[in-house]
């Protein structure tokens, strides 16, 4: 089951399937909007069930009667898809908080979830992971810097863990003092110098959020404080990340960056199988260079850092000001630079709720939406 199938994580996840026929039969698929690709893939994969988030995009599916499929329309179709029987384990890659239902529909039916939208841990962790405990269901890291810190942590508990340190690419302008963030575009922060990722992360990279929500994301899945989690700039992005263990001994994981390398991972855990990606040549490379980032030209992770030691409802208002910031920089009606001060007032106006239910989330996060817009805007009307 692969739900956001026509995106980036989607698409690498069906090549992963095309390459191992034998291992892996793909039962369902899900997307935003995208009809004539998800019934392309749906006919290259004989899937029986496939679904469509938005409504109209829905009707149109409806509309075009593919043979032998059924169609699940809105989000409501997708999260029923999430617990079909067919499958045992649900790739979740939608973009950002829409993912939660479907995630909480497939551990509540006890699939595994190989999770690639790191934005449902970042809002709602204490429900997810509970969630999976009860259900006995695994949550297997699909983002490449949580896949390599699985890889390496093994049967290790928490207490043998002194750190971990997550590795980021810096995106296209950690190693540019030159570059002015009130005048960078769309096209600039897209240009992602090593990852070919979809816009939302593509965009969060470059502003460092993606780091900060991936703190928050490796938090819960490995059960390790904020104060042990670090973060260095890496921009070759071929260690995707390393764990510190109480002996002082550092494990890595190393492979080119391609995201087919961590899916593949999820999808055959706890095998390893050929499955015909690229092979690491470090002779060729040459060198591979680590730094600590810069927290004042970048402060969404000071941001993120914050929301995820308020805790409660914080990280998730975080989160949804943050996706609100990144359309309207996409859609050109907000800077870059106005990307973090956008999340920072939204918080600064947050008085957060302690240990929240799923509801009291949710309320947070359309409030947070509802402010981000408001505060687009004015950011807006004050730049002419
Ligand atoms: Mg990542």
């Known amino acids: ?92 890659a939608l973009v950002g908080i829409s993912g939660l239902h479907s995630v909480l529909a497939a551990l509540e039916n006890g699939k595994n979830v190989a999770l690639a939208t790191k934005e449902v841990l970042v809002a709602a962790g204490q429900t997810v992971m509970e969630t999976a405990a009860r259900r006995k269901a695994r949550i297997l890291p699909v983002d490449s810097e949580h896949s390599a810190i699985f890889q390496c942590i093994d049967s290790h508990p928490p207490s043998e863990i002194r750190r971990l340190i997550l590795t980021a690419s810096g995106g296209p302008f950690a190693s540019r003092q030159d570059v002015n963030f009130d005048k960078v575009t769309a096209a600039d922060a897209l240009k992602h110098p090593r990852w070919n990722m979809g816009r939302k992360v593509t ?14 994301e490796a938090h819960w899945l490995f059960g390790i404080p904020y104060d042990r989690i670090d973060v260095v700039i890496h921009p070759e992005s071929i260690v995707h990340s390393m764990v510190e263990f109480i002996d002082g001994s550092v494990l890595a994981q190393l492979s080119p960056p391609d995201m087919r390398f961590a899916i593949q991972h999820a999808l055959t855990h706890p095998d390893r199988v050929p499955g015909g990606l690229p092979t690491l040549d470090l002779a060729n490379m040459g060198a591979l260079h680590f730094k600590a980032p810069d927290l004042l030209r970048f402060p969404g992770l000071r941001l993120a850092r914050q929301a995820a030691v308020t805790g409660g409802t914080m990280p998730a208002v ?12 996409l859609d050109g009606h907000l800077t870059f630079s106005g990307i973090w001060h956008t999340v920072e007032a939204v918080m600064n106006l947050h008085h957060a709720v302690s ?3 799923l509801v009291t989330i949710e309320k947070s996060d359309r409030w947070a939406r509802q402010e981000a817009e408001r505060q687009c805007l004015v950011a807006r009307s004050q730049t002419g």
């Not at 975080?318 to 920089?329: D, H, K, P, S, T």
């Open 355 to 357: 240990a929240p239910d």
């Open 203 to 216: 965009v969060d990279s470059a502003t460092l959020m993606n780091k900060g929500l991936e703190i928050m």
């Open 318 to 329: 975080l989160n949804a000001a943050n996706e609100i910031a990144v359309e309207r920089f």
């Open 1 to 92: 089951m692969i739900l956001g199938s026509t995106g980036s994580i989607g698409e690498n996840a069906l090549r992963v399937a095309a390459a191992l026929p034998d291992r892996l039969e793909v039962v369902g698929l899900a997307a935003r909007s995208n009809v004539s690709r998800l019934l392309e893939q749906a006919a290259q994969f004989q899937v029986r069930h496939v679904a469509i988030a938005d409504e109209s995009a829905a009707a149109e599916c409806l509309a075009a009667r593919p043979r032998g499929v059924t169609i699940h329309a809105g989000s409501a179709g997708v999260t029923r898809l999430a617990g079909l029987p067919e499958a045992d384990l649900v790739l979740c």
